[in-house]
């Protein structure tokens, strides 16, 4: 017991770090529109395409447990991904990330991809760091 009252608080605190850290913002022009999310560019790295500032986001494993999706598609962590997801129209402006991963607008979303989540993994997903 002792040693999972660690492990939240450990938790408890990186999540912490990472809100106060936040986000980098790309303040490139962004179309609007909607696209499926089948349609996802390979984007299996990771280096200059990160937008997270100071690189204190890991993105070695199969999933961003900042944002809630899979690392291969995180068009909040990497600027090249989100640059395709604008190309598309797939892009949320009111909250600067790709419109079929934007939780806030469509939380529904938000279930399939913890869906894929545990069916990979056999559990649910990590709770998400941010919104």
């Known amino acids: 017991m002792n040693a999972m009252r660690k492990l939240l608080l450990t938790t408890g605190i990186a ?3 990472t809100v106060f ?8 022009p962004e179309p609007t ?12 790295h990771h280096d200059d395409g990160d937008k997270h500032a100071g690189g204190t986001h890991d ?5 961003c447990a900042e944002h809630g999706v899979p690392e291969e598609e995180c068009g909040q962590c990497n600027s090249k991904l989100a640059a395709a ?8 402006k009111e909250h600067d990330r ?14 399939a991809f ?4 545990e069916a990979k993994f056999g559990k649910k997903p990590p709770k998400r760091e941010v919104n």
């Open 59 to 63: 993105h070695s494993g199969w999933w």
């Open 33 to 44: 529109g909607k696209m499926g999310t089948a349609a996802v560019p390979d984007s299996s």
């Open 98 to 111: 790709p419109d079929s991963q934007c939780f806030i607008c469509h939380p529904e979303y938000e279930a």
């Open 21 to 28: 850290a936040g986000c980098g913002k790309d303040s490139s």
């Open 85 to 92: 997801f604008q190309k598309k129209g797939d892009w949320c």
């Open 15 to 17: 999540a912490l770090m």
């Open 114 to 117: 913890a869906a894929r989540y």
